[in-house]
């Protein structure tokens, strides 16, 4: 398709497993984001790519969380040993440049349970 | 990060009544974007503002960059039950920095 697409769209998982997200981001676009969203709540920033480097990872919550992009479009994010604090949806975004003057397009998450 | 601060944080309106919600920030912007986040889905952009001043129109919607750069708001009128959501603010000045207000809830009774 033509938006960014983003999976599973929901994962259920045990605490203290690994679990991995994936995100298609528009083609062409260089910056991609990801965000963390609980319920009810504002964005939270986690990570930028800008190609394949990540400038920016001052948002990652712990050394729990990683996330890696490869060939400049699909990025994961991996979180490790997870606890149950870590439930929210996951967003990723991309824009053509990362510009702040380019607006971000959302996919529509992965929704992340830990039981 | 750093969040925009966005009001109101709920709005419980009636079918038929017009809405405005505003965002502020302490720092100069040149970019307020304005995203309606449905429930289960991503935020999707409405408008894009770039310029001081700059009042924009999307259908029943309305935008405003304000003049001092550092605020902006929203006007939605003759609201109808699809307006239900969340609704974000988003600022930046020439860098990469997006930040987000933390939204405003809208229900529409009707």
């Known amino acids: 398709g033509a938006g960014v697409s983003q999976s599973p769209s929901n994962k259920v998982t045990e605490k203290g497993k690994d679990v991995e997200l994936r995100c298609d981001p528009i083609s062409g676009h260089t910056a991609l984001y990801w965000y963390r969203q609980s319920l009810g709540q504002g964005l939270e920033f986690l990570i930028y790519?800008?190609?394949?480097?990540?400038?920016?990872k001052s948002g990652l919550p712990s050394d729990r969380f990683s996330a890696e992009r490869t060939g400049g479009s699909v990025s994961t994010l991996t979180i490790q040993r997870t606890q149950q604090e870590d439930s929210a949806v996951y967003l990723c975004a991309s824009s053509l440049t990362p510009s702040g003057s380019r607006p971000q397009h959302f996919g529509d998450g992965t929704r992340l349970s830990i039981l | 990060g750093q969040q925009l601060n966005q009001s109101p944080q709920s709005m419980f309106i009636q079918e038929g009544e017009d809405v405005s919600m505003n965002c502020t920030s302490s720092?100069?912007?040149?970019?307020w974007l304005w995203y309606k986040q449905d429930p289960g889905e991503g935020p999707v952009l409405l408008i894009a503002?770039?310029?001081?001043?700059e009042l924009t129109s999307n259908g029943r919607l309305t935008a405003q960059f304000g003049t001092t750069r550092k605020d902006s708001f929203l006007n939605i009128s003759a609201s109808i039950p699809s307006d239900v959501g969340i609704y974000f603010c988003?600022?930046?000045?020439?860098?990469?920095?997006?930040?987000f207000g933390a939204g405003t809830r809208l229900t529409v009774k009707p």
């Open positions: 988003a600022g930046s000045y020439n860098n990469n920095d997006m930040r």
């Open positions: 720092s100069i912007f040149n970019t």
């Open positions: 790519f800008q190609g394949n480097s990540a400038p920016d």
């Open positions: 503002l770039y310029k001081a001043g």
